[in-house]
């Protein structure tokens, strides 16, 4: 059983949702239990290189598709992006620490 830690950044202004018209994603984060480690970076000033879009969408989804779990904080909120993408995630079980503080 894998389970990553994942996140997103993304803009801070107008709004922060990936059907906003002036919001975009900057980098996307992911490690998992044994200290792997990997961040892509979409749209981000000081990338200082040519950045394909195309190859950093099919490198998340692979390391999900090795994944049981995603584990992160407003997970909702990154899930959007992931959809946004059409990266597929049903494959995962789901833990949003956000919610499970909630209830804690």
């Known amino acids: 059983m894998r389970t990553i830690g994942f996140d997103v950044e993304t803009t801070k202004a107008p709004r922060l ?4 018209e002036d919001s975009y994603l900057v980098l996307v984060n992911i490690t998992d239990q044994l200290g792997y480690k ?3 970076i979409f ?7 040519e950045i394909v879009q195309e190859l950093n969408i099919r ?9 049981t779990r995603i584990v992160g904080h407003n997970l909702k909120f990154d899930l959007q992006w992931l959809r946004f993408l059409g990266i597929n995630y049903s ?8 919610v499970a503080e909630y209830i804690i």
């Not at 949702?17 to 906003?20: L, R």
């Open 17 to 20: 949702n990936p059907w906003s």
């Open 38 to 40: 990997r961040t892509w």
């Open 43 to 49: 749209n981000h000033k000081e990338a200082g290189e």
């Open 59 to 67: 490198q998340i989804q692979e390391e999900i598709n090795k994944s």
């Open 91 to 98: 494959n995962c079980k789901l833990w949003c620490t956000q």
